[in-house]
């Protein structure tokens, strides 16, 4: 898959984009990324890319020439473009909008904004998807790039190198993980459960989904509404509420 982003602050994507999973996906060639720096769209000698908003107000607005260019350049190669401005009127970003993108054709071109926000002609004549994170206030749109592209790549084929978390992933769709343990099997006085080391594959994958689903009840409900839960599930859940499922036990 082709990504492009177009930024004041190139740095930030050099620095994720350089660790990691997200590094080994490109060193792999699963995704290929392009950073463009808005600076080198200007015109002037100051090399401007805002200036203060029509009718005033706080802050500056990015202006739309640099944008414009910066996109008209990484469009130059002819392959099909989907746009998208990160933004805070954006569509809220979902898990079920990761798994979209990551099956799109067309490369994927960001543009991260900064200031008070870009000139209102920018997205209405360069933008196809407008996208938020959610609803708190960042300083600009490099963080919801990221966070996009993370989610996206690790759905790609090869990119996380272990295929199993993503089945394990589908599995559990909609509902909060089960708890993990690792060893010692006793710690500061706190034992690993008795059937994680039964070695019945049976009885700990349905432990696993209890407890899941215990949690989900506990901190989540709201989830549940979704999660395309099973006969078998209905069940589970409840046993939990005959149980003591408030309390962290
Ligand atoms: C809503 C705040 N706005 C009040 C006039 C000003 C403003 C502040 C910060 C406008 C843009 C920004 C920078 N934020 C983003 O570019 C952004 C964002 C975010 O702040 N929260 C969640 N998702 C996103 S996507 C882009």
Redesign the pocket.
């Known amino acids: 898959m082709r990504l492009a982003v177009i930024t004041l602050f190139p740095e930030i994507f050099q620095a994720y984009m350089g660790a990691g999973i997200m590094r080994r996906a490109v060193e792999k060639a699963v995704v290929s990324f392009d950073v463009l720096h808005l600076r080198d769209f200007t015109a002037d000698r100051h090399r401007t890319v805002d200036d203060y908003p029509y009718g005033g107000g706080p802050g500056m607005v990015m202006k739309p020439g640099p944008v414009h260019e910066a996109v008209r350049h990484a469009k130059k190669d002819g392959l099909p473009t989907l746009t998208i401005l990160?933004?805070?009127q954006?569509r809220p970003f979902t898990q079920q909008m990761a798994k979209e993108l990551s099956q799109e054709k067309r490369r994927l071109l960001f543009i991260?904004?900064?200031y008070?926000?870009i000139d209102e002609r920018v997205r209405q004549s360069l933008v196809d998807e407008e996208?938020?994170?959610?609803d708190?206030?960042?300083?600009?749109?490099e963080l919801?790039a990221l966070v996009i592209i993370d989610a996206v790549v690790r759905q790609l084929p090869g990119a996380l190198g272990d295929e199993d978390s993503l089945k394990e992933e589908s599995f559990s769709w909609g509902i909060l993980d089960y708890p993990q343990y690792t060893r010692p099997p006793e710690w500061n006085g706190m034992a690993v459960p008795e059937v994680l080391l039964s070695g019945n594959h049976r009885r700990i994958a349905l432990w696993r989904r209890k407890e899941a689903l215990r949690r989900t009840l506990r901190k989540r409900p709201d989830l549940l509404r979704l999660a395309g839960l099973t006969p078998e599930d209905y069940e589970l859940i409840r046993e939990i509420k005959e149980e003591d499922y408030e309390s962290d036990k």
């Open positions: 990160l933004s805070p954006g991260c904004g900064r008070e926000g996208i938020s994170i959610g708190y206030v960042l300083t600009g749109g919801p």
